[in-house]
């Protein structure tokens, strides 16, 4: 027990300090759960862990300056929320960082396969929204995905017209996009709703790009009528 309590805390000791880890973060056999729990329980009264919801931990890191532990830092709380939701940060707190907003959202918005209720996580309140694709595998990918929610929710971008928002989303996002970049984002589209794709067609109609305007226009109903709240020109 004692070689396998030693073990346990190697393990740990190995996870940076601030990074929230779970047990499924750790190697041990599954009959052996309930030695582990007690481990992180002595662990935790003992000033070494931290917990921040059950079965959830992290090792409290110090101020070089002397101010005492440092509180754990929201990105991570938030690569924790989505690591645990299966899902990836969209919504205003994004569409701040994509500049297409300067307001910030009092919100955390994830998106996740399967619905889950508005919930409290420490300080932050997260509202959760359905992924039209599964959590997308590199950061290029969540890139481009990102641009499709912002799209969705263009009537919806708080601190700017719909016009305002279309133009900033073409002008920074998807006027600079590589042809390949563009076929994967036409790609990730057809998974969106009519709208999202009528959108992104009239972007790539005027970034000179017919032939892949045309691909999506395909995939809409053409007896679709949309009542779009912006011009193309």
């Given amino acids: 027990m004692k070689s396998f309590r030693s073990n346990i805390i190697k393990q740990i000791e190995t996870i940076p300090e601030g990074k929230i880890f779970t047990f499924t973060d750790l190697d041990f056999p599954m009959e052996k759960f309930a030695n582990v729990a007690v481990i992180f329980s002595e662990l935790a009264k003992g000033k070494k862990l931290a917990r921040v919801e059950k079965g959830a931990y992290y090792r409290p890191k110090q101020s070089s300056l002397g101010l005492g532990v440092l509180p754990i830092y929201q990105d991570e709380q938030l690569n924790y929320l989505t690591r645990k939701l299966d899902g990836y940060l969209t ?5 701040n960082k994509m500049s297409l907003t300067e307001q910030v959202s009092s919100v955390i918005t994830i998106a996740v396969p399967q619905p889950v ?12 929204v359905k992924a039209y694709v599964d959590i997308p595998d590199n950061e290029n990918t969540l890139r481009l995905v990102r641009m499709l929610d912002a799209m969705k929710d263009l009537k919806y971008i708080p601190g700017t017209t719909p016009q305002q928002a279309y133009n900033r989303i ?8 590589s042809t390949a970049d563009l076929e ?9 709703p009519p709208r999202v794709r009528k959108i992104l067609g009239d972007m790539l109609r005027k970034a000179n790009h017919p032939d892949l305007s045309k691909q999506l226009a395909k995939t809409i109903c053409p007896t679709t009528r949309f009542e779009l ?3 193309t020109i």
Avoid: M, Q, W
Avoid at 91 to 95: E, R
């Fill in 91 to 95: 919504g205003v707190y994004i569409y």
């Fill in 184 to 192: 994967k984002i036409v790609s990730l589209a057809t998974n969106y």
């Fill in 229 to 231: 709240p912006y011009k």
């Fill in 170 to 177: 073409y002008d920074l996002h998807v006027s600079p996009l």
């Fill in 117 to 128: 209720r508005p919930f409290r996580f420490k300080k932050l309140s997260v509202e959760c």
